[in-house]
C-alpha cells in the first residue's frame, strides 16, 4: 500500500526529530515523524533522573566539541534556551536550576514529551511508531522509505536517529550507516560523558567504590570542578563524565584532590599540626585519605616528614595521575563524540551539501555537548534550524 506523500520525512522521535518535526510542521509543512521504538522521546523521558534536564541557561559554543567548533554556533544563537524556556512556560511546566544553570522539570520529564507532541499535533504531524525502517531509497529527487510494510515517499529526509549510545534503549549507529550510504562522512564514534575503568597500578583505587569528593579532573587541557566518584570499576561522578568526553585511550586522567587548597597549605599543616598524620590532615573522606597517605608512603606525623616530602606529596595531590585503560562503553555511555561529519552539512540548515533534502540533527550530527542541558539544547536547536528550512 501507498500512503499520501509528505514534504517531509524524518527518522527519529526524540528530541531533535520532535522539534524539527513540530517547527516544519507549523510552518505548513506536511511531515512525516517515523520511530522504530513503541514509544517516542524515550531518552527524553529517562534522562534527568526522570526530571529531564532539558537546557542550560550558560549554553555557549564552547560547550561542544566537534571537529569544526564553529559549527554550532548559527543553530545555538537562532534557537536559545530562553526559546525553549518560553515553550515550557507556555504549557505550564514548572522548573527549576538544580545546579551549574542546569534546568530541571519540577515534575516529570513525562512533560516536555507531552509538550513536544503537543507541538507535533499543533503542526498537523503524521507520527508513527513501533515499526522498522526497513529501507530508504533515493530517486528522482525523491526519499523512499520503507517502514514495517508502507512506503512513504517525501522530497524532504531528516536523519533523527540519535547516536549509538545505549543500545538497550533502541540506539543505533543507523544513522551513520544511512549517512555514508549518501556519501557523507563520519566522525570515528566515541562514548562520551562515560564512567572511566581502572586497571593496573590504580586497580587499589576500586577499593573506594562509593566514595565521592569534588575534584579538579583533567584531561590534556580540559579541567572540570565537581564530583568525582569511585567505582567497582574505576571512576565516575560529573567531573569524570565531563573530562571523559576529552580523555582518549592511552592518555592519563590528573585529578586535584584538594582544588580549593592554597599552595604551601601541607607546609603550613605541619607547622601548625606536626603531631598529625598526612591522612588527619587531608580534608578528604576518611578512606580516601587513608588510601592516598599510603600511596604517597608518608605514614607517620607531619612533623616528622622534610619538607621537600610534603612539598613533592602537596605537588602529587595536585595532579594525581590516573591511567583509565578504557570506558564504560556505549552501554553506559549519556552520548556519543563524534557522528556525522559537520564539513558535509549546512551550519543554517543542517541540509547536506551534497545531497539537496537530505538533513542530520541531534546527536547524530558530531557536535557532543557537556554535561548538564547542553545537549538537548542542541537537539531542539538543530532541530529548530532544519525545522526552518525544510
Ligand atoms: C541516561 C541518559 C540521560 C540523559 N540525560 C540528559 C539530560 O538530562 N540533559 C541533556 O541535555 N541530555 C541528556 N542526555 C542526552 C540526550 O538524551 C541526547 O543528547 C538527546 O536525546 C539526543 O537527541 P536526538 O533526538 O538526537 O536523539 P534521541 O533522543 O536518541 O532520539 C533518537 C530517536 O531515533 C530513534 N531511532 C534510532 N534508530 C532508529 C532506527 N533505525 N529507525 C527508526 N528510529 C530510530 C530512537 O528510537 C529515538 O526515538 C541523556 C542521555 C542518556 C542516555
Not at 64 to 89: C, E, G, M
Request: glycine fraction near 12%; aromatic fraction near 8%.
Amino acid at each position: 500500500m501507498t500512503a499520501p506523500d509528505y514534504d517531509a520525512i524524518v527518522l527519529g522521535a526524540g528530541a531533535a526529530g520532535l522539534m524539527c518535526a513540530a517547527v516544519a510542521g507549523q510552518r505548513g509543512r506536511r511531515v512525516l515523524l517515523l520511530d522504530h521504538a513503541e514509544q517516542v522521546g524515550k531518552k527524553i523521558l529517562i534522562s534527568g533522573g526522570g526530571r529531564c534536564n532539558f537546557t542550560n541557561i550558560h549554553t555557549a559554543p564552547d560547550r561542544y566539541i566537534s571537529a569544526n567548533p564553529h559549527f554550532a554556533k548559527s543553530a545555538l544563537a537562532r534557537y536559545t534556551p530562553a526559546d525553549f524556556i518560553a515553550l515550557v512556560d507556555g504549557y505550564g511546566i514548572a522548573h527549576h536550576e538544580k545546579t551549574l544553570g542546569q534546568l530541571f522539570c519540577d515534575g516529570s520529564a513525562k512533560q516536555v514529551v507531552a509538550m513536544l507532541l503537543g507541538e507535533c499535533a499543533k503542526g498537523g504531524v503524521d507520527v508513527r511508531c513501533g515499526q522498522p525502517v526497513r529501507e530508504v531509497t533515493h530517486a528522482d529527487g525523491a526519499f523512499g522509505v520503507a517502514f514495517g510494510d508502507q512506503n512513504f515517499t517525501a522530497p524532504n529526509l531528516v536523519i533523527a536517529t540519535g547516536g549509538p549510545s545505549i543500545p538497550k534503549m533502541g540506539a543505533s549507529g543507523f544513522a551513520y550507516d544511512l549517512a555514508r550510504r549518501f556519501g557523507l562522512k563520519v566522525v570515528e564514534p566515541r562514548p562520551a560523558l562515560v564512567p572511566l575503568t581502572l586497571g593496573g597500578g590504580d586497580v587499589l583505587f576500586r577499593d573506594l567504590s562509593g566514595v565521592a569528593t569534588p575534584v579538579g579532573a583533567r584531561a590534556g587541557k580540559t579541567a572540570f570542578r565537581e564530583a568525582a566518584l569511585f567505582t567497582h570499576k574505576g571512576l565516575s561522578g560529573p567531573a569524570i563524565l565531563q573530562v571523559s568526553s576529552y580523555w582518549r585511550h592511552g592518555e592519563p586522567l590528573t585529578i586535584d584532590f584538594l582544588p580549593d587548597a592554597a599552595p604551601g597549605w601541607l607546609l603550613e599543616a605541619k607547622r601548625a599540626r606536626p603531631r598529625a598524620t598526612l591522612a588527619a590532615a587531608l580534608a578528604l573522606p576518611d578512606r580516601l585519605a587513608q588510601t592516598l597517605a599510603e600511596r604517597l608512603a608518608l605514614a607517620g606525623e607531619l612533623g616528622a616528614q622534610s619538607d621537600r616530602k610534603l612539598a613533592e606529596a602537596e605537588a602529587q595531590l595536585k595532579r594525581w595521575p590516573f591511567h583509565p585503560n578504557g570506558t564504560e562503553g556505549f552501554a553506559k555511555a549519556e552520548v556519543t563524540v563524534g557522528g556525522i561529519s559537520t564539513a558535509n552539512l549546512s551550519s543554517q540548515t543542517m541540509m547536506a551539501k551534497s545531497v539537496p533534502g537530505l538533513y542530520a540533527v541531534g546527536e547524530a550530527v558530531d557536535v557532543t555537548g557537556w554535561l548538564g542541558g547542553y545537549n538537548f539544547q542542541w537537539a531542539w536547536a538543530s532541530g529548530y534550524a532544519a525545522g526552518q528550512a525544510l
